[in-house]
């Protein structure tokens, strides 16, 4: 009988170790109704005390007590539970939220990868128009250097010019000086002069006026007389120049006819450096000073040998030597050019430096017109001094025959020699300035 219900109880003792067993081990799993558990181990415990009201084994009451202790520590497990299903609950609440800030993060990271990835275009874009400035920068500042350099070689100019005007104005002042001197020495010797008497001076006055009524009556015969030379010479001269005109038709007929036709080229093209003859298209021939690039060089200076104070029919008929410094002449040059387009290339050395210049289109016209500069065409090449095309239109000037326009002054009498000046000889201060000069001309090729 103690047996069995020593078995009984060890029996429930078991089954409440397997539910605590249980019990821990689902503690994080899914929860238990732990009342209808503790319900069943209460009745099962009355029915052992009904049992064993009359023995009361000290094992027993252990064991007892050992359940009364489990079922405490169940119930202290049991609000353990409770309070971990509240924090998980809050973390649960606490998860979502940052799920939602999470994903809100996202969307903004999104939206911020797509603005930045806008903001990589634009500042593609503005890289390329920083390229293209920069570019177009350093061609400005290019261009401003040269503008700069100019500028600077002007103002020097000008500086020296400004120089030479105070001199001048300087000269002047003294001059004036000298000239207001001269006025009080003048007239302080008219206020002695005046000492005459009255009486002397007006039968001089009487005397000069019959003399001039004379003079004024001679002056009118003389004038008609003139009139009628003037009319006889106009014919005469009319006469004269169609005889001319014949005349030179008839010696330029002549020659055309007269001049042999010779096996010669007739320009420098495919020729040596160095003096050939050429022969050119109306028959003449004569001798010229190729550079071996198929230029004729026209003028040539470069160490002052030479002097080009040259008189109005030497620079026609050209002079110097070939060899050395010369000028090749108008009326060649007319020849060479008039039959076809010919290129203009200047080359001058200075102080502070060398100036080049290319015209595309150079002739010049005939003796009857003063050798004048018909046409300069296009400058193809940058030149700081040359700027020839103000010379356009101008006549040939020696110091011997001044063919400037509306001006009494002439520029070559100051020795620099004969060119197509211009009135006051504004652009032609730095031409003739140079140490050497070389002008050169080639048949126009496109």
């Keep these: 009988m103690k047996i069995q219900k020593y078995s009984k109880l060890f029996a429930v003792a078991l089954t409440i170790v397997q539910i605590w067993t249980v019990k821990s081990q689902s503690i994080n799993e899914d929860k238990i109704n732990y009342d209808e558990m503790i319900s069943t181990m209460e009745n099962q415990l009355s029915q052992c005390r009904a049992q064993s009201k009359t023995q009361k084994n000290s094992e027993l009451w252990t064991i007892l007590s050992d359940i009364q202790q489990i079922k405490s520590n169940i119930c202290d497990i049991d609000s353990k539970l409770k309070g971990k299903d509240e924090i998980i609950a809050c973390q649960e609440v606490q998860l979502e939220d940052k799920t939602k800030l999470l994903n809100f993060q996202i969307k903004e990271t999104s939206k911020l990868k797509q603005e930045a990835s806008d903001y990589q275009v634009q500042i593609q874009n503005l890289q390329s128009i920083i390229t293209s400035y920069n570019t177009t920068n350093n061609k400005n500042n290019a261009e401003l250097s040269k503008l700069t350099l100019e500028y600077n ?52 006055f009487l005397k000069l006026h019959a003399e001039a009524d004379a003079v004024m009556e001679k002056r009118n015969i003389a004038e008609f007389q003139a009139n009628e030379c003037n009319s006889l010479g106009d014919e005469l001269r009319n006469k004269i120049n169609s005889k001319t005109d014949e005349l030179k038709k008839c010696i330029m007929k002549n020659q055309w006819l007269s001049t042999p036709t010779l096996n010669l080229p007739s320009s420098c093209l495919n020729l040596s450096a160095g003096v ?29 040998r030479q002097d080009f104070n040259k008189t109005w029919k030497e620079y026609v008929d ?16 007319h020849l060479i050019t008039t039959l076809r387009r010919y290129k203009l290339q200047i080359f001058a050395e200075y102080e502070e ?10 002739r010049i016209g ?38 400037i326009g509306n001006s009494d002054f002439n520029c070559a009498d100051d020795g620099r020699g004969g060119w197509w000046y211009t009135k006051n000889c504004q652009f032609e201060w730095k031409l003739h300035g140079a140490k050497s000069q070389l002008m050169k001309i080639r048949p126009y090729f496109n």
């Design 366 to 403: 005939d003796a009857e017109s003063q050798y004048e500069l018909e046409e300069i065409g296009n400058r193809e090449s940058y030149s700081y001094y040359h700027v020839l095309y103000h010379y356009k239109n101008q006549k040939f000037t020696t110091y011997d025959r001044n063919n």
């Design 353 to 362: 430096l060398t100036d080049s210049a290319d015209y595309d289109n150079f």
């Design 153 to 204: 070689r002007f103002n020097q100019y000008r500086g020296n010019e400004i120089i030479e005007l105070r001199n001048e104005l300087k000269q002047n002042k003294l001059n004036h000086t000298s000239c207001m001197k001269l006025l009080d020495d003048n007239f302080k010797k008219c206020e002695s002069d005046n000492k005459t008497t009255i009486a002397e001076l007006k039968e001089r």
């Design 318 to 333: 050209g002079f110097g030597d070939l060899q050395n410094e010369f000028f090749i002449g108008l009326e060649k040059i």
């Design 276 to 304: 050939h003859e050429i022969q050119i298209e109306n028959g003449k021939h004569f001798n010229v000073v190729c550079d071996g690039d198929g230029w004729i060089i026209i003028v040539k200076r470069f160490d002052g």
